[in-house]
């Protein structure tokens, strides 16, 4: 199976530049809804965490500044993990 699969679903396709509102709150929130509407948000924001597109456009409703910081809080948590897993 196509591990893109689920991008026939998306609810963007279609959307032109909507998923890419720069810093524009409005337009940050116009794409918000279009991926509040999506039925494969968890595909999307999986697939962009995964290999870092972390960019670019909203993706499975946030910005590529919020990705990033769910990614460093991710990886804090992972560290905290391997610390106290070592000091036990
Ligand atoms: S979650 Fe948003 S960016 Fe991702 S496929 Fe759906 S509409 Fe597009």
């Known amino acids: 199976m196509n591990r893109h699969a689920w991008r026939d679903n998306a609810n963007c396709i279609g959307t032109g530049d909507a998923m890419f509102p720069d810093s524009d709150q409005k337009?940050?929130?116009w794409a918000?809804?279009?991926c509040?509407?999506?039925?494969?948000?968890?595909a999307c924001l999986r697939d962009a965490m995964n290999t870092?597109?972390?960019h670019w456009g909203v993706r499975g409703g946030l910005t590529?500044?919020?990705r990033r910081s769910v990614k460093k809080e991710i990886n804090r948590r992972l560290k905290q993990a391997e610390r106290a897993k070592a000091n036990a």
């Open 36 to 42: 509040a509407a999506c039925p494969v948000t968890q």
């Open 32 to 34: 918000r809804n279009i």
């Open 52 to 54: 870092g597109d972390n």
């Open 27 to 29: 337009r940050i929130e």
């Open 64 to 66: 590529p500044e919020e």
